[in-house]
């Protein structure tokens, strides 16, 4: 008999989301891979074995066990698109939205981003530290055990720099994994307005190589999780020949790259993206055609965002569906941000996307687990209950996971567990 550090066991389900070929697409899609009465052994911070109760108990000791009792297991959730490092609020574009002005109009007038740009620029670093370390804790209480962290309210060198460096304080204080992105191409600021192609030189010739200078030197590097590079193309933003360029700039620094497209507008940053080898392409309100069988038979994953759309009032939202049916690889996230999504609830978004977008239960699952970690580069190692993949999951208070989309507006987390340590 195997002696391992911890046994859960006695779960109505353990619901693995296993998939040893990578994304998970199509049919797939629609299968979490459940194991009734199930039980996971775990040694140290990795996952032994997945099986029924009485095998797992039969088959190893344990040093010490935790009793589902007629619960969930599942995998933590990976939010794979979040902005939680910023100064300030947007209360007031809230009630203007209310009032009929469109988020657009809103970023036009240089509110949106610019006016969390000015609050992030003179908000002091510990400020910013402390008020994104409790955005972090209620997400991780909501089970979100990796979640990817974007500068890009700063628009200028030196706030960047200091966003990603909040970004690396949170991860030395947080259990959780952190995955950091430079979003320094988020929007035009006002002091470059109408000069567009000189900004976006600034990005490439002098953000890019300190945000590298900074990513070299960072407790990111020491364990071997890479940098992200993302831009919003977008009408009032980024073209796509801007994106293109910062895209290509930053592979040359050695950053994986991603986009937000076609949130508002289909400007062709989707196929941008492709061409530059993103790990993920997010947004997608209004990706149709053409695109929507490109991003298919790409290796991207195609990061959707129920909560923006929620929050902004809309009644359109991306086409999940359509995506599923074409075998593109799907992702939830929660876009956590002041403007256009304040939603930390990893569960609150796949009962969104079960509602609005036509997801099945399993395919939201899938989505905000797996393949979320393949939308960040890290599927082979996160984001199902596998042998030899890292021990991140959760014990949810249920006997049935579907309960996870159908209920809302709660918390139904038991208990969180990272790297086979119980954190929740």
């Known amino acids: 008999m195997h002696t391992v550090s911890l046994i859960i066991h006695g779960a109505a389900q353990v619901v693995t989301c296993a998939s040893p070929n990578g994304a998970k697409r ?14 996971v052994a775990i040694d140290g911070e990795r996952i032994l074995a997945v099986g029924s109760s009485a095998d797992i108990l039969r088959d190893y000791h344990a040093e010490h066990t935790l009793d589902a009792a007629g619960k969930v297991v599942c995998p933590g959730f990976v939010d794979a698109h979040t902005h939680i490092v910023y100064g300030g609020h947007r209360l007031n574009e809230f009630e203007m939205r209310i009032g009929g002005v469109s988020y657009m109009d809103i970023m036009a007038a240089g509110g949106g981003i610019a006016s969390t740009m000015r609050a992030t620029r003179a908000a002091p670093f510990e400020v910013l530290l402390q008020e994104a370390g409790e955005r972090l804790e209620e997400m991780v209480r909501l089970g979100t055990t990796t979640i990817e962290i974007k500068s890009g309210y700063g628009l200028d060198t030196a706030t960047e720099l200091k966003m990603l460096a909040v970004i690396e304080a949170l991860q030395r204080q947080s259990p959780a994994d952190i ?3 430079f979003l320094g191409a988020h929007a035009i600021p006002p002091e470059y307005a109408g000069r567009a192609d000189e900004y976006t030189a600034l990005v490439i010739e002098e953000m890019l190589s300190a945000a590298g200078a900074w990513y070299r030197g960072s407790v ?10 993302d831009v919003f193309c977008e009408k009032n933003a980024f073209t796509t020949d801007q994106t293109r360029r910062i895209l290509q700039a930053a592979r040359e620094q050695g950053m994986a790259v991603k986009a937000h497209v076609d949130e508002f507008t289909a400007l062709g940053g989707l196929t941008a993206a492709l061409e530059c080898g993103a790990l993920s392409v997010d947004h997608l309100d209004v990706t149709a055609g053409a695109e929507i069988a490109a991003l298919a038979k790409s290796a991207a994953v195609g990061v959707v965002l129920p909560a923006v759309n929620f929050n902004l009032g809309s009644t359109h939202y991306a086409n999940a569906r359509a995506f599923i049916e074409a075998g593109a690889a799907v992702a939830l996230a929660t876009d956590l941000n002041p ?11 796949m009962a969104m996307a079960c509602r609005y977008q036509r997801l099945l239960p399993a395919e939201a699952l899938n989505a905000a687990t797996l393949n979320a970690a393949y939308a960040l580069g890290m599927g082979a190692d996160i984001g199902s209950l596998e042998a030899g993949k890292q021990a991140d999951l959760l014990v949810l208070d249920m006997n049935d996971y579907r309960q996870l989309m159908y209920q809302f507006g709660g918390n139904p987390v038991r208990h969180v567990l990272k790297r086979g340590r119980i954190i929740v």
């Open 26 to 39: 199509g049919a797939a899609l629609a299968d979490v891979g459940i194991v009734p009465d199930g039980a």
């Open 179 to 181: 995955v950091p992105t």
């Open 220 to 229: 990111f590097a020491t364990s071997g999780r890479p940098l992200h590079a």
């Open 339 to 349: 403007g256009s999504a304040p939603c930390p609830s990893m569960p609150l978004v």
